[in-house]
């Protein structure tokens, strides 16, 4: 079995390497790369139409790969990978948001600035499952690096996670990749699961190869 090549869109060395920590108990299954020509953060529609065309470009020069994924929380790329590829394409807030309605009947979401909530509003609604929403919450706009490693925005996110709780969330849900770091810490802090996107992307992609090749 080849290696799941893991994209994150970004330019953020820092980022790329919380995916690879964040990935790392799985062992030697992934291949994690990031993309210089693209932004520090992704937060504009272009932004994520840009890194969607770059993410499905790359994963058809890759057919060795096992597999893909498409790690920022748009989900860029996503479809249009899908269609270009035979192998499988995974996204993180797709994974994510299955992942918490695994533990949970209502789940929430956290967001990295205001401006995304309507594209994940967009991709809820696609899925069928915006009725177990309890709510999603956003920073007021920080970047993707400073979501995982800035104690101030570690103490925004405790305050979001604490208000969804309030809503009826039984798990939340990581809005970006960035935040992978914090994952556990924020869990303890507030006792609500905390979904990180990236793991679950992670455990979803691996256990569908295995099951592949055990059939």
């Known amino acids: 079995m080849g290696r799941i090549l893991v994209v994150n869109p970004n330019s953020s060395v820092d980022v790329t390497s919380g995916i690879i920590a964040a990935l790392a108990p799985f062992g030697d299954h992934f291949e994690v790369v990031g993309m210089e020509e693209g932004p520090a ?75 995304s909530v309507q594209r994940h509003l967009r991709k809820l609604r696609l899925m069928g499952v915006d009725r177990r929403l309890a709510g999603e919450l956003a920073l007021p706009g920080v970047s993707a690096v400073a979501s995982g490693h800035d104690p101030r925005v570690f103490d925004m996110l405790v305050d979001l996670v604490g208000q969804l709780k309030d809503r009826g969330a039984g798990a939340v849900v990581l809005g970006c990749a960035g935040m992978a770091p914090i994952r556990t810490r924020l869990e303890d802090r507030t006792g609500v699961a905390i979904i990180d996107p990236v793991i679950a992307t992670g455990a979803m992609a691996l256990g569908s190869l295995v099951a592949r090749q055990a059939v």
């Open 41 to 115: 953060t992704v937060a504009t529609e272009e932004h994520v139409a840009r890194a969607g065309l770059a993410f499905a470009e790359l994963a058809a020069r890759r057919p060795d790969a096992a597999a893909f994924v498409t790690a920022c929380f748009s989900d860029p790329g996503l479809d249009l990978a899908r269609a270009r590829v035979p192998q499988p394409v995974f996204g993180i807030q797709e994974a994510g948001i299955l992942s918490a309605l695994a533990v949970a009947d209502r789940f929430g979401i956290v967001a990295l600035s205001p401006a």
